[in-house]
Nanobody
Framework: QVQLVESGGGLVQPGGSLTLSCKAS????????MGWHRQAPGKQRELCAV???????NYTDSLKARFAISRVLAADTVYLRMNSLTPEGTAVYYC?????????????WGQGTQVTVSS
């Protein structure tokens, strides 16, 4: 069984920064792409950024200048550094991975971590 556990959410003032982390744990798995999505109240879930095993990244254009995704392969952990946060960044942030468990290819979501940007 594989789990994704996110951490690092919380309350931050506008203009502030926050780093989210997500660790995949379990046995007999290989995580390929890992990424972050977010869902603001009343809106659809949207991609923030993804990173492959070789470090290639892809960002939503509107976030590219302020967000940075990184990954530690050996720890099966992905990070999202968010700078210059605005109230529009208030959302539940979800970790997502495409992975192989045993011989089965699939994907998995974390439980989400709340980020609130407010003064």
């Amino acid at each position: 069984q594989v789990q994704l556990v996110e951490s690092g959410g919380g309350l931050v003032q506008p203009g502030g920064s926050l780093t989210l982390s997500c660790k995949a744990s379990g046995t007999n798995f290989l995580a390929y792409e890992m990424g972050w999505h977010r869902q603001a109240p009343g809106k659809q879930r949207e991609l923030c950024a993804v990173i492959s095993r070789n470090g290639a990244t892809n960002y939503t254009d509107s976030l590219k200048a302020r967000f940075a995704i990184s990954r530690v392969l050996a720890a099966d952990t992905v990070y999202l550094r968010m700078n210059s946060l605005t109230p529009e960044g208030t959302a539940v942030y979800y970790c997502h991975t495409v992975l192989i468990v045993g011989s089965c290819l699939g994907d998995m979501w974390g439980q989400g971590t709340q980020v609130t940007v407010s003064s």
